[in-house]
């Protein structure tokens, strides 16, 4: 077994915390809008942007596992739903605290999550 080198570990890292970060403050903040306002929309995963993000997490994928000639059919599950479901936290808490809903931040932190995952030895 390899092991990486620290310039694909730290970003790695790097990005599951972040996610990591989305995931909770998402679910949080779904809770509080429930609280307040029981009409308020909660945090959907699977939302509107899902597919977007997942295709650009295949495509992520893809190229980190291709470029190390490592890709597998099953350790591509996860590595692409774990990035598609993180980015579509991130927009979440980007859309409720910021205020601002970027187009691109999901599929662009999709894919590189994806990117990363797939690079790293399995």
Known sequence: MSSPTPFLVVPAVAW???A???LIASV?????ARRADAAAAPWDPFGVGFPVAAVAAVGGYAVGAVTVGRFSTGAA????????MAAMAL????TRCVRV??????PVFAAVGAAL???LPG
């Open 117 to 119: 995952h797939g690079s």
């Open 77 to 84: 599950a996860f590595g692409v739903l774990w990035p598609a």
């Open 28 to 32: 949080v903040l779904s809770v509080r």
């Open 91 to 94: 927009v979440h808490v980007l």
């Open 101 to 106: 809903r970027p187009t691109w931040a999901g």
């Open 20 to 22: 990591g970060l989305a």
């Open 16 to 18: 599951t915390v972040v």
